[in-house]
């Protein structure tokens, strides 16, 4: 180990905290210490409020101390693993490795290898079979993993699978009994929401799919594992920046989650289908915490799938606005555009609004359940300009079930006419804005409507990529962002794929990203994956954890998919069984 490196190291953490408010430092004696990852860099991590907000339950608990670390710069982890320099948690610059609970918080598919690398650097075996009591017990929870833990399950201790304000307490109360790793395991495997993925033989068939998860005699593990949520009943604070940096996307804006879940049930949308029921956060508390963050905020971002599913939305923004704040959406469902609440949007200071058609055709929005038509959306356009917004940004997809040609024209036809409602109320103003449009091709996620649809071949996503930007190439004021077909393809896998993935997960680890070689090493048929129509699959890979949504619902959405059909939402009702 470099010792140069380590005070260099240790240096950097120090000048990092003194531009932090609100981090937590306690005394490590005498209480149960976590390590909370996020497998990407400090920029991005710290601009993530799932993150900031299981920080933040770990270290509510007085028995619990909770520091951060974070993936090292790309110039720097080689360097790092090479000098053997020990990954430090960023509070007390203390080893990882010393730890008793390494935990990942993961959000996005593309950081799988930097789990692994960061495992790595702490310098603990990638893979839970080689470790040892000795080690952190590493646990792997966010998203991600609740949708399809699989292609991570080999190298996680323990999978938390639901909402942290449920499984933060539930973890640090087992911990603290004190047994030995194989008993606490035991332990918590009885517990809706905590998966061993060592407590399962998982077995392929002849035709390459798995077979139901078997658990082992005497684990005392659950078939299915049921997912954490928290009860309509809790009272739980609402999901809010806890620390303010300069140094991220964020660094001068209050996040706040207002509302959990969404009712319209887009078929595509795995948020939409595994955070029902909708559960509005307490107004006053959101109003508290915003009220404790201006002095180091100036803008508030109001994260939600359903932002206007909050009953008392309309208060809630008003009195934000009286506190001085500059109101940031996330992207915003336009069937609850109301004039109310863009006259208070744009009071907030706001210029530009994101907003999601997902396409331009009524009946390709039907197909995928998004309820609401060209005509509204257009009166929501045309609401919005004359209200003093100047810029729109537009979410599209390509590659949708049942897609012509004729949906690829109607995405150019929407805009041109969301344009032309720009430029009438710009010429007023005398200050042109734009319309920037962003368009991804359908990757099928697990627990959706969608989970057995074969992704489109490439072949086909390149055609329509070509034709869509042929017909959007020349309107002024338009800017069109298609994403990458590769970028999707290798996504895809890491979303749909079984403990079969994890090999090439590795190797990509190890070779430096080059997917398409890592999938060959691994000996793995991509196409199997992604190319083929699952319906008739008796299993799922995923199927090991219970989201809440009966497989007859799923089916019964895909098949009204393909007839066209519309399930309209039924607001702030609970899941449907």
């Not at 509302?259 to 955070?275: I, K, S």
């Not at 506190?323 to 469902?333: Q, V």
């Not at 599209?396 to 049942?402: D, E, G, Q, S, V």
């Not at 393909?562 to 399930?567: K, N, P, Q, S």
Request: aromatic letters at 8%; one cysteine or more.
């Amino acid at each position: 180990m470099s010792k140069v490196a380590s005070w260099q190291q240790r240096m950097q953490s120090r000048d990092v905290l003194s531009r932090e408010v609100g981090y937590v430092r306690k005394p490590h004696g005498g209480r149960l210490r976590v390590a909370l990852a996020f497998p990407n860099t400090y920029y991005v991590g710290m601009s993530n409020l799932g993150f900031q907000t299981v920080y933040r339950l770990f270290n509510g608990l007085d028995n619990c101390v909770c520091e951060r670390v974070f993936l090292p710069p790309k110039p720097d982890v080689q360097a790092a693993l090479q000098n053997r320099t020990p990954l430090l948690t960023l509070e007390s610059q203390t080893p990882v490795h010393e730890f008793d609970v390494f935990a990942f918080s993961v959000s996005f598919e593309w950081d799988y290898t930097n789990v692994l690398t960061m495992l790595r650097l702490a310098g603990l075996p990638l893979r839970a079979s080689d470790r040892s009591e000795s080690h952190p017990l590493v646990v792997i929870g966010g998203a991600i993993t609740f949708l399809n833990p699989e292609p991570l399950a080999p190298f996680a201790d323990l999978v938390a699978a639901g909402e942290g304000e449920v499984l933060v307490p539930a973890l640090v109360v087992a911990m603290e009994a004190g047994e030995r790793r194989e008993q606490l395991l035991h332990g918590l495997a009885s517990q809706h929401g905590f998966y061993v993925p060592s407590f399962y033989d998982v077995e392929i068939g002849a035709d390459g799919t798995v077979k139901p998860h078997a658990a082992k005699p005497g684990t005392g593990a659950s078939v299915p594992v049921h997912k954490a949520a928290v009860k309509l009943t809790d009272a739980v604070d609402p999901p809010a920046t806890s620390i303010f940096t300069p140094d991220t996307e964020f660094g001068s804006r209050f996040l706040v989650e207002v509302v959990r879940g969404c009712a319209n049930l887009c078929r595509f949308c795995w948020a939409g289908y595994n955070y029902l029921p909708v559960r509005p956060f307490s107004a006053s508390r959101i109003l508290e915490l915003a009220a404790a963050a201006r002095p180091y905020a100036n803008r508030a971002g109001l994260v939600s799938i359903a932002l206007c599913d909050h009953p008392q939305i309309e208060d809630i923004l008003g009195r934000l606005v009286d506190m001085g704040f500059a109101l940031s959406p996330a992207s915003l469902r336009l069937d609850d555009l109301t004039e109310p609440i863009v006259k208070l949007l744009r009071a907030g200071g706001e210029r530009s609004v994101t907003i999601a058609p997902e396409t331009g055709s009524d009946r390709l929005r039907r197909v995928i359940n998004k309820t609401i038509t060209n005509d509204q959306i257009l009166d929501r356009t045309d609401l919005l300009f004359a209200s003093g917004f100047e810029n729109l940004k537009l979410y599209f997809m390509i590659a949708l079930p049942t897609e012509t040609d004729e949906d690829l024209v109607a995405i150019r036809d929407l805009v041109v006419q969301m344009r032309d409602r720009m430029m009438k109320h710009a010429r007023g103003r005398g200050t042109v804005g734009r319309i920037v449009a962003s368009v991804n091709p359908l990757i099928p996620k697990p627990m959706t409507a969608y989970q057995w649809l074969p992704m489109e071949r490439a072949a086909v996503v390149d055609k329509a990529t070509r034709r869509l930007r042929s017909l959007m190439a020349d309107l002024d004021n338009v800017y069109c962002n298609i994403k990458s077909e590769r970028h999707s393809f290798y996504q895809a896998l890491l979303s749909l794929g079984d403990r079969r993935v994890a090999r090439a997960i590795e190797i990509a680890e190890a070779n430096g990203g080059a997917w398409r070689q890592a999938v060959t090493d691994a000996g793995l048929d991509a196409e199997f994956y992604l190319f083929r129509e699952r319906s008739g699959d008796a299993v799922m890979p995923w199927d090991i954890i219970d989201g809440g949504m009966k497989t007859g619902f799923l089916r019964s959405e895909y098949e009204k998919s393909l007839r066209a059909e519309w399930t309209l939402p039924a607001k702030r009702q609970a899941v449907p069984r």
